[in-house]
């Protein structure tokens, strides 16, 4: 037997994380919902580069970022799915019993799975943006159009993982606080594709300046800052950068402070 | 040692557990007994810390299970059959287990083939039987060689051969000094198990004593034949014994002694063709307790014999 190795056995942070990063892995639905993601952005990068016929380097830098980055919507709309569906289903399958009781404290369970799917949303993310890219500078380089990527450019790539990665947290929280798969992805894809569509129409007919504000504080709208190509963003990033932490904060507060108050 | 003072937990109206007191002690088997909805399972949960108690305490070695550093070193608890992610393989589950409470990767091959699951490790739970499901969940309980196991209806689903496994096992362990919480429903489970029993009707608990105690509570009775039965049961009934169920010349009578009986039978002239005493079963001890305390009562049967 183990005894002199299980005598040091005790809960850590390590740990749990090494913890979340088996379940994320040891599930298919981690991996169909990512292949998703990629194969889109990847498709999309493969047609702009193969038809698009730009007149020079900057509009060709242009196009490939944005070829890069026009997927990150729905993207980001497949990643929260993988985040709530990362929590909804050990509600689902009374997985979350034998959590809870391993890691009695409880938070450490959904802060650690928070964890590594905003890391895994992040590295899918730069597959997703700095592949898009690559795959649209080949193309337009076949066609004598070599485009360059510039700290700017590179900038709103990354930009474009960390929105991935932050719904990816989001639908964690959102998950933890519901507890249900399918209610999870309902209020997510709600947030993520309807509310900005509502508050933009309703600012535009209404002609009222804070619906419009809202409109640009939403989920995606927030996001789409990070992204956006260098000097076309439609609010300052601080800005956005707030809005995105309020978003966070209101799912994680109340989620961690119910997910300690209820019964398992 | 779990020790539980004032234990309560309500749901609403509905008092689930109504303030009950128990320790359970290392080294025997201690049996959790009670008919469905008696608070057992969720007596264990507040154990572990899965529900809060609406008032009251419960402790394992002292401490308050959110208190403890490894609490999978320290209890092993097997609570919910397959209480575990359909889409993960055994093997898998285990090891996203161990992990948290930082368990060596090599215990879980240990504990798979303690559980008798080596044929099925890599395959994924949502395709386990009922029976399969209970190998991981005591698997999973024994990941941390703990000192406490709780394990809620283990034998439910289990084939003869895992039924005897479990038994066997689980006196191991107690003989081992381990402190062993077995729930069920079935008197007769307790009884090939437990040394000790704590009964639970509606969240009370209606008994706490050992299994040789509670036996001898229930009394005994006495089978009488004789040919002349229809002139001896009015003999018996007039020195304070109780007759029921006489017919084809025999009757069971309870509240005297078989020698009381046999000196009436002398003194009468009476020839008597068979005396015998029968020991309560436990099941009958059981099934009198709590025949007040069965929450789902079948519409026609008569679940409660009380001995008279």
């Known amino acids: 037997m183990t005894a002199a190795e299980l005598e040091r056995a005790r809960v850590t942070p390590g740990g749990v994380v090494a913890s979340e990063w088996l379940k994320l892995v040891t599930v298919r639905s981690t991996f169909w919902t990512t292949a998703v993601a990629l194969l889109l952005a990847a498709l999309v990068a493969l047609m702009v580069g ?4 730009p007149p020079d380097a900057g509009a060709g830098t242009r196009l490939a970022l944005t070829a890069a980055s026009v997927t990150l919507g729905l993207d980001a709309l497949v990643l929260g799915v993988l985040g709530v569906l990362s929590i909804g289903g050990e509600y689902a399958t009374l997985q979350i019993r034998s959590s809870f009781t391993a890691v009695p404290a409880r938070w450490p369970v959904l802060v650690g799975k928070a964890f590594v799917v905003a890391a895994w949303s992040f590295v899918a993310g730069l597959v997703v943006t700095f592949g898009g890219f690559g795959i649209v500078a080949g193309l337009l380089a076949a066609k004598g159009v070599p485009i360059g990527l510039d700290g700017p450019t590179a900038g709103s790539l990354l930009g474009g993982a960390a929105y991935l990665a932050i719904v990816g947290a989001f639908g964690v929280g959102l998950g933890s606080l519901l507890r249900a798969s399918a209610a999870g992805i309902t209020v997510l894809a709600a947030i993520l594709l309807v509310l900005p569509s509502i508050l933009t129409i309703a600012g535009g007919l209404t002609r009222t300046e804070w619906l419009s504000d809202a409109a640009r504080s939403v989920l995606s709208s927030a996001g789409q800052v990070l992204f956006a190509a260098p000097g076309t963003a439609e609010s300052p990033l601080w800005a956005a950068v707030v809005a995105l932490a309020v978003w966070l904060a209101a799912v994680w507060v109340p989620a961690v402070l119910v997910t300690r108050a209820r019964d398992a | 040692m779990i020790e539980a003072t004032g234990l309560t937990k309500r749901y609403g109206a509905k008092t689930a557990v109504a303030g009950i007191d128990f320790t359970v002690r290392p080294g025997v088997v201690t049996g959790f007994l009670g008919p469905n909805g008696a608070g057992k399972s969720t007596t264990m949960r507040m154990i572990v810390g ?31 059959a397959r209480a575990a992610h359909r889409g993960r393989s055994a093997r898998n589950h285990l090891r996203v287990l161990a992990a948290t409470n930082g368990v060596p990767r090599r215990r879980v091959d240990e504990v798979i083939e303690l559980a008798g699951l080596t044929q099925v490790a890599d395959k994924r739970v949502g395709g386990f039987s009922l029976g399969m499901g ?12 703990p000192a406490t196991l ?15 496994w479990v038994r066997t096992f689980v006196r191991e362990l107690a003989a081992e000094g381990r402190t062993v919480l077995l729930s069920s429903h079935l008197m007769s489970e307790m009884s090939q198990t437990a040394d000790h029993l704590i009964v639970l009707g509606r969240g009370r608990i209606l008994a706490d004593a050992p299994i040789a105690d509670l036996m001898a509570r229930g009394g005994s009775r006495v089978t009488v034949a004789s040919p002349r039965a229809a002139d001896l049961a009015p003999l018996v009934r007039a020195r304070g014994g109780t007759v029921t169920g006489q017919a084809d010349g025999r009757f069971e009578t309870t509240g005297l002694p078989a020698a009381d009986i046999g000196e009436i039978a002398a003194a009468a002239g009476i020839s008597l063709h068979e005396l015998t005493t029968v020991g309560s079963s436990l099941e009958e001890v059981y099934m009198a307790m709590t025949a007040d305390d069965v929450e789902y009562r079948s519409g026609t049967a008569e679940t409660g014999r009380v001995p008279a």
Do not use: C, K, M
């Open chain 1, 50 to 53: 193969a038809f698009a016929d």
């Open chain 2, 50 to 80: 899965l529900d809060a108690p609406t008032a009251g305490s419960v402790t394992v070695h002292g401490r308050r299970y959110a208190d403890l550093a490894a609490p999978l070193r320290e209890v092993g608890a097997l609570l919910e």
């Open chain 2, 134 to 145: 209970q190998r991981l969940g005591i698997a999973a309980a024994l990941l941390g060689d």
């Open chain 2, 150 to 164: 709780l394990l809620d209806e283990p034998v439910n689903g289990l084939d003869p051969d895992g039924v005897r």
